[in-house]
């Protein structure tokens, strides 16, 4: 008797309390990744700020949390301390780690109704192939990209060759690389036909050789990976030849972060990046240029990049309901467009691309489309268990090879073998 | 029986050994308890291992390299960046047009924070249009690659720590250079000494005390120092240039293996004990005999 | 010394001193032309103020540059007290285990908390302290090479001093203040420096520990512009770097000879 009066009056005491505090009921905290310079940090606070006008009783705390490696060692430190986000963009590579952590949840258990369906269905498949495992979904596509060629028309022109035509497959590479290759009086080379960047992560631009090449580097599950593969080995045979054999590319490793002043200073007439440097491109080229789909060998294909939405554990149920509705808002088309045209990532869902604003943003900058183009032969980034562990074996061989250490075919041997290693225990 | 000197003695150093022991000797113990379970992973819960974390470092060619690379970014940072910062102090000890200017000059190491600077130093690193390369070719010569040669990589990332420390000991240096009493010299040079010999036999035993604290902070700063490293190499090309607190830092925070990270962290911590109680008797020794 | 040894000295100051000033050079020259001029250094490129621009709206750096100083100074002004306060313990005081005690101390001489970050965010989180500017600083304000450094100095203060002040009626703390730290103030300035250019340039802790704007070092907030997905902004890392080092670099200039001369004065050891 007592017990039931008590239940009531306690029930009626929170009532009491939710409704009369409907501002803030519900804290997040949101730590997200910048990696395309200092704009795109205003951008999501902007549009966090918009979400809270609409949902009075959320209230979202976006912290920006470095560099996409200082992000996810904020976040599991974080998590391991006891004091997890409800909402973390990491790279979508991480997604093992996270789970072999045991630090997140699946989405699965917020889509419920029809709509909710047909949210999660709207994403273009090449962007889920990393975020889903064991039939869950485990990451919501974000600041997503994809590498593409740039070309200087201007040097091709020099060249001799057709300003609008760039190479289609790997010879064709090789050989307008040729043309474009310029040395000076004393020798020294003054413009190179092509720049593939190796510092840091050279698997990811070495991932779209490995899938035009007709091979692949880990399995979906991530428990195997395929170093010493044909495909894979003369993949890299074809990259250190670049600068060995055919004479196109500089020696030694290049970097990354100098790549796009480098085309701007017109030392390579063609590169590899990221779309995430379409902004930085279209603002700062001093001359004319194309945005290309990777050059094929045996088929068209290219890796997929960059973050995804992760639910974090060790919150209230109540907090997780609304991260997921903040997560679906943020990538509906409407505000999605607003993400990509301020940081030129990869629309994740085809109907972004549908909408008004992004039609006109195409019109005015066509380039934008390739990158979605070439999606459909887009292949899921490499991840495996122990993500980093294991690419850090790959690159390091990719490394040795192109600083001409080892053979590609010594230095992706031995990286099968320590990487079979690593895996074993995931078998 | 309780004296009152005891008392006092351990309330004064209560306060600062309390927060020694909280943040250093306890997760310090922490981490050599790690050292011999496994990493948890994936809901399995850490086990006993017994020393196999070590067996495995003793057969890690990784740690053995960046083990080897720290060595020589000590041995080739430590006594270059001493005796350039002393150098510097002696030369803008006397008056000449712009010594203020140069002064300054010196001391923006200090200023610039590493994360900003190093990105400085990539561009002058840069192959083609950079700094370096643009000089050189100025003069005719080739190009350089110089990160992305395994054999130059470590002496660039060395050179960018010379910079950011010789600017910053020079500081003490020339502090010390003005307290040396000039009638010294000056007596010494009416004996007939010459310049060298005067600074050998009078100024460098004087700067004695300032080399060592500066030897001091210069040790320490040889396994600290690795910020620029982010950004300039990420220790490539394959592990060329990494350094020990930097493979530690990719083991436990990007390959999350916590406990062969602890492993490490204890190889370490052994080291800069052991270097540590060798320059305090050494530091105790000479400061006694002044 | 004679005219040729003099214009080797000057040239050999005046060529070192331009080799550590090409960074600060460089910094100041692209963060006043536009990004096409990083690489190319005509004199004719045009001036602009837009590189500050960009660098001001993307993080508020006035108030990191306020959370570096209330940090940089809290740490050291309490090391100075808590590292005295232990440094005259072990200099000057005869109790048990002052000797075992003591070579803990010196253990953490150069174990820093840089290389304990996993186990220091724990015990910050069980304090209640992370995203505070305390829990940034209490893992350092605690440092053996303080108490060590400090200790040393103190040694060397004759004994008659400290016994005089005592027959005058005057307790430990009364002594500490008024007879040991005026003779260690060059002490002070040297490991002061120390302490300040370290936390100063500190990064990984206070990413770590730090949530929000009111607690971020300038440090953090410059690592905005330098992740390099898209291509290192040199124009506008540097106009950043420059908005919070300036205030630094101009009171050098200025003062610089106080500043030697304040160490002089009493020596340093």
């Excluded at chain 2, 006594?79 to 510097?88: D, E, N, T």
């Excluded at chain 3, 007879?179 to 770590?208: D, E, M, Q, R």
């Excluded at chain 3, 106080?258 to 160490?263: K, L």
Aim: with cysteine; charged share 15%; hydrophobic share 50%.
């Amino acid at each position: 008797m007592f017990d039931k009066l008590f239940k009531g009056t306690a029930a009626a005491v929170t009532l009491g309390l939710l409704t009369a505090i409907p501002a803030h009921a519900v804290d997040l905290q949101f730590y997200f990744p910048v990696a395309v310079g200092g704009g795109a940090a205003n951008t999501i606070e902007t549009l966090t700020q918009d979400y809270m006008k609409d949902h009075p009783d959320v209230k979202i705390d976006p912290i920006y949390a470095g560099s996409y490696q200082d992000t996810i060692t904020k976040v599991i430190t974080a998590s391991r301390g006891g004091n997890a986000p409800q909402i973390a963009v990491a790279l979508s590579t991480d997604m093992f780690t996270l789970l072999d952590d045991g630090l997140i949840l699946p989405f699965d258990n917020y889509v419920k109704t029809d709509a909710d369906k047909a949210w999660l269905e709207g994403f273009y498949p090449a962007f889920m192939e990393n975020s889903q495992v064991d039939g869950k979904t485990w990451g919501i596509p974000f600041q997503r990209s994809t590498p593409v060629l740039y070309w200087n028309k201007e040097a091709f022109k020099e060249a001799g060759l057709d300003p609008n035509t760039p190479p289609a497959s790997w010879d064709e590479m090789v050989a307008m690389g040729k043309k474009l290759t310029k040395t000076d009086a004393n020798g020294n080379v003054t413009q190179w036909g092509v720049r593939i960047p190796s510092s840091g992560f050279p698997y990811w631009l070495f991932q779209g050789l490995v899938i035009e090449n007709g091979g692949k580097l880990a399995n979906a599950e991530g428990t195997e990976t395929y170093f010493d593969s044909p495909e894979v080995v003369s993949a890299l045979q074809y990259l250190v030849d670049l600068s060995t054999k055919d004479k196109v590319m500089e020696p030694g490793i290049l970097d990354w972060g100098t790549t796009p002043k480098d085309f701007f200073e017109r030392r390579s007439a063609m590169v590899w990046t990221t779309t995430g440097n379409l902004t930085n491109m279209h603002d700062n080229a001093p001359f004319d240029f194309g945005v290309a789909m990777l050059p094929q060998n045996k088929q068209r294909g290219a890796p997929t990049g960059g973050g995804n939405f992760y639910l974090l554990k060790g919150s209230s149920d109540a907090q997780l309901a609304a991260a997921v509705d903040f997560i679906k808002w943020i990538t509906a088309p409407a505000q999605s467009a607003v993400w990509t045209k301020a940081t030129g990532y990869v629309a994740p869902r085809p109907a972004t691309w549908e909408t008004s604003a992004m039609q006109d943003y195409a019109k005015g900058f066509p380039q934008v489309l390739v990158a979605r183009d070439q999606l459909q032969y887009a292949k899921a980034e490499l991840s495996t268990h122990e993500n980093q562990r294991v690419t850090q074996i790959l690159n390091d061989a990719l490394e040795a090879a192109i600083t001409g250490q080892k053979t590609p075919q010594e230095a992706l041997t031995q990286a099968q073998a320590k990487a079979d290693q690593v895996l074993a225990a995931y078998r | 029986m309780l004296k009152r000197e005891w008392i006092y003695g351990w309330l004064l150093i209560l306060p600062a050994l309390s927060l020694i022991f909280l943040f250093t000797h306890f997760p310090a113990a922490m981490t050599l308890i790690n050292s011999v379970f496994s990493t948890p992973r994936g809901g399995k819960d850490a086990h006993f291992v017994g020393l196999a974390n070590y067996e495995r470092l003793i057969h890690d060619p990784v740690f053995w390299k960046v083990l080897v690379n720290n060595l020589w970014y000590a041995l080739g940072t430590i006594p270059v960046s001493i005796a350039l910062a002393l150098l510097m102090a002696l030369l803008v000890n006397r008056p000449f047009k712009g010594r203020a200017l140069a002064r300054m000059a010196f001391f923006t190491p200090t200023i610039l924070p590493l994360i900003a600077v190093a990105n400085i130093w990539l561009f002058f690193y840069t192959p083609g249009f950079g700094l370096i390369d643009q000089i050189l070719g100025f003069f005719g010569f080739g190009q350089t690659n110089l990160l992305g040669t395994p054999s130059s990589a470590l002496p660039a990332i060395m050179v960018v720590a010379i910079w950011k420390e010789a600017g910053f000991f020079m500081i003490f240096y020339l502090a010390a250079l003005q307290s040396i009493p000039l009638q010294l010299a000056e007596a010494a040079r009416i004996e007939g000494a010459g310049r060298w010999t005067i600074f050998r036999r009078i100024t460098f035993p004087l700067l004695m005390p300032t080399t060592l604290f500066v030897s001091i902070n210069a040790v320490i700063n040889a396994f600290r120092l690795v910020d620029h490293i982010f950004i300039l190499t990420g220790g490539g090309p394959g592990n060329a240039s990494s350094l020990l607190l930097y493979y530690i830092y990719e083991t436990s925070f990007r390959f999350w293996d916590t406990a062969y990270g602890a492993t490490l962290t204890v190889v370490l911590l052994s080291l800069l004990c052991l270097l540590a109680v060798g320059q305090f008797f050494l530091f105790d020794r000479k400061v006694h005999y002044k | 010394m004679s005219r040729f040894d003099r214009y080797l000295w000057n040239g050999g100051a005046g060529l070192l001193a331009l080799l550590w000033v090409l960074p600060l050079l460089f910094a100041v020259w692209t963060a006043f032309h536009p990004s096409a001029y990083e690489a190319n250094f005509t004199l004719s490129a045009p001036i602009t103020l837009e590189n500050f621009v960009k660098a001001w709206n993307a993080a508020p750096f006035a108030r990191y540059f306020l959370n570096t100083f209330l940090l940089v100074t809290g740490i050291t002004g309490a090391q100075f007290v808590l590292c005295s306060l232990a440094a005259y313990g072990f200099a000057r005081f005869r109790f048990p285990g002052r000797g075992i005690l003591f070579s803990l101390v010196l253990l953490q001489l150069l174990v820093m908390p840089d290389i304990l970050i996993v186990e220091n965010y724990k015990i910050i989180r069980a304090f209640d302290a992370v995203d505070t500017l305390q829990g940034i600083a209490l893992p350092y304000i605690a440092s053996g090479f303080g108490v060590f450094l400090i200790r040393q100095t103190f040694m060397t203060v004759p004994r008659e001093l400290d016994d005089a002040a005592r027959i005058e009626g005057a307790g430990p703390l009364s002594i500490l203040w008024r007879v040991y730290v005026p003779l260690a103030k060059p002490t002070y300035l040297a490991y002061g420096l120390v302490s300040v250019s370290y936390h100063w340039n500190n990064f990984l802790w206070p990413l770590i520990v730090t949530n929000s704007t009111e607690t971020r070092p300038v440090t953090v907030g410059l690592s905005v512009f330098a992740t390099t997905d898209s291509g290192v902004e040199w124009s506008v890392i540097n106009a950043a770097t420059l908005m919070t080092s300036a205030p630094l670099l101009i009171a050098f200039l200025l003062f610089q000879r106080q500043f030697v001369q304040s160490f002089m004065r009493a020596g340093i050891k």
